[in-house]
């Protein structure tokens, strides 16, 4: 049976999305249909949204579930009064907060992802421009300039890693791959050396390798077991020489091993470079 | 006065992180010290942030806010015995959606951001993969294998919207820069033509648009006023004869184009692509 969820929120809906995401995360035996709804902004987006709960209720046989973030109390109570389970995400916490901090909440929607620290945005802006110039060892000579150099073989999962960290978290992440040239030479580029301060490892467990590799290149000497399993231990053999920290990607999403870099990039006070 | 904030969770931290921005946009006047804390998983942990805490409360002269998201008890009992505002954002709404969904909850920490579903994230990965061979208009024939092609001129923020479409929704994201060439074509390259009815125009004010480009080549051509006029408007009159919807990003971030986009191109049933 599926369950008919709706994200809503005036504006992106991103936290409405990613509260309800976690909060359904703890329920993995139900079948959600999951609906993204931002913008929903005036009344008569309301109404249309409660036109569709209704579909979705006589589809499912059961009631949609809300998860909502929204400040306009009127176009919150549209969609209160319809055929839902409504939970509001983030009110009750608006209250006690205003409480503690002694000032009263702007109200305001549409401030969570809005540009409203135009030094931080185009920090963001910035480090993703540089994870893009700087993928794939592209320009060795930049590693010093990095927040972030992660290092690993083909297909360990070093770019999208680096373009979230740039995208959320403005940090520069360049990465190297582990290719012949280092194999060769039995060691990391001197670029790299130089900055390992600021490198990580990223390992995967061979079989999961020539998997994504036999995706990319079927049948080839690249994707066999013998040439993944090498790989994999010369760059293990380097990060060791080199006391680089490894992570292993295997089974973690890209959000995990970011979130364990962050903690490891930290700066001593704490915050996030 | 500084405020310290604390962001905290079992895993990744990042339904913390989110919602506890959200909130604290609500209280913009306030100038917060916002501190990342991912993977208190020990009680030793919890006890550290405890110490941390203490910290902040002797450095701020009033007491840190701490947003939670935790699933074992016991830790969760640590930090909010300890010396701050203790806001557990997550915990409240288990026990009311286990009820309606007739299911017990897991209390496994850590699904939000895992892979849960081996499918999605392929997808997803495979779709920022899409995008970073699909950047700059590097293949013009693959526009119609893509789920969005976004548009524009130089400096106009197609290539960090597509990253995080594909990054956040899996979705297929190329763009093309108008350039030099389409000018004097006066119109846009054939293959993206072909592919408009998923293309979205990004434009920007000139003003804007100049300052970003200064920043890149300071007193160029490229940088001056007429010709990012110039470059704005022939690409808006190209956006009006083929109805290309047009965004506007001068003063957006990425999440707020990539939402409306996202509501653009969810299928008919409403579900996102």
């Known amino acids: 049976m599926k369950r008919t969820v709706y994200f809503v929120s005036e504006s992106t809906g991103i936290t409405a999305e990613t509260m309800g995401h976690s909060l ?3 329920f993995d035996t139900v079948d959600f249909e999951q609906v ?3 913008y929903i902004n005036t ?3 309301a109404r249309a949204l409660c036109q569709r709960m209704d579909e979705a209720y006589g589809r499912d046989g059961v009631r949609p579930i809300v998860f909502a973030t929204m400040l306009d109390q009127e176009i919150g109570d549209i969609l209160r009064r319809g055929n839902c389970f ?3 995400l983030f009110e009750q916490f608006v209250e006690p907060l205003s409480m503690e901090l002694g000032v009263a909440p702007s109200r305001k929607s549409g401030r969570s992802h809005a540009i409203t620290k135009p030094s931080m945005y185009t920090k963001r802006i910035e480090a993703i421009n540089f994870a893009m110039a700087n993928d794939d060892g592209m320009r060795p000579d930049n590693f010093r300039y990095a927040d972030v150099v992660l290092v690993g073989v083909s297909r360990s999962g070093k770019t999208p890693t680096c373009l979230y960290l740039a995208m959320h978290y403005g940090l520069r992440a360049a990465n ?3 290719t012949e040239e280092d194999f060769e030479r039995g060691d990391l580029p001197p670029e ?3 900055a390992k301060q600021h490198a990580f490892g990223l390992t995967i467990d061979a079989q999961r390798l020539q998997a994504i590799r036999e995706e990319r290149r079927r049948g080839s000497e690249y994707a066999s077991p ?3 399993r090498r790989d994999i231990r010369e760059a293990q053999t380097m990060f060791k020489r080199h006391a680089i920290p490894v992570l292993n990607t295997t089974s973690q999403s890209i959000e995990e091993i970011a979130s364990q870099i962050l903690r490891a990039v930290k700066s001593p ?3 996030t470079a």
Do not use: D, F, K, V
């Open 24 to 26: 359904l995360s703890q």
């Open 36 to 38: 993204y709804m931002p």
């Open 43 to 45: 009344e008569a987006r």
């Open 86 to 88: 409504y939970l509001e």
């Open 176 to 178: 190297h791959p582990i």
């Open 192 to 194: 790299l050396i130089g």
């Open 226 to 228: 013998e040439r993944c």
């Open 269 to 271: 006070n704490g915050t």
